[in-house]
C-alpha cells in the first residue's frame, strides 16, 4: 500500500512528526505550506479563522495523490480544531481516497467532526482518527 503524509507545521513539532513517521513506515511526505508566512502574532489570527471553519491560501504542491492509496493527514491543534491551512489542503483530495488524520498537540484534546464531514464531502473515506500528544 502507497502511502503519503500530507502535513502542516506552525512551530516545526508536527513536521518533526511527520518526518520520523514518514521515516519509520516508508511513506512519502508532502508538507503544505501557506502563501503568507504567519508570525507568531498570525497564530492568534488563526485562532479566530479556525472558530470561523475558514481556508487560507497555500502553495501549490507537485504530488500526483491518485498513485496513493493511503494519504495521511498531519496538523497541529488550534483551539482544538484543525488549522485553515488543512481546510484549503482537503480540497487537493482526489475522490475515494482512504485517509488517516492525526491531530499533534500538546493536550490530545480534539474536536474532528467538521474536518471528518469536510473530507466524506470530497467522497473520501475517513478510517482512522489520531490524537497524538508531542511535549
Known sequence: MKELIMFYSFSGKTKKYSE????STGADLCEIT????R????????IFQVMRGTKTKINPVAVDFTQYDKIIIAFPVWAAHQPPAINSAVDLLP???A??????????????QKLVDMIKA????VISVKDVQIK
Not at 20 to 23: D, G, S
Not at 122 to 125: L, V
Request: glycine share 10%; hydrophobic share 30%; proline share 0%.
Open 20 to 23: 520520523e513517521l514518514a521515516q
Open 34 to 37: 501557506e502563501v503568507k508566512k
Open 39 to 46: 508570525s507568531k502574532l498570525g497564530s492568534v489570527c488563526g
Open 95 to 97: 475522490d475515494g481516497k
Open 99 to 112: 485517509v488517516e488524520l492525526i491531530f499533534v498537540s500538546m493536550s490530545g484534546k480534539s474536536e474532528s
Open 122 to 125: 470530497k467522497k473520501c473515506e
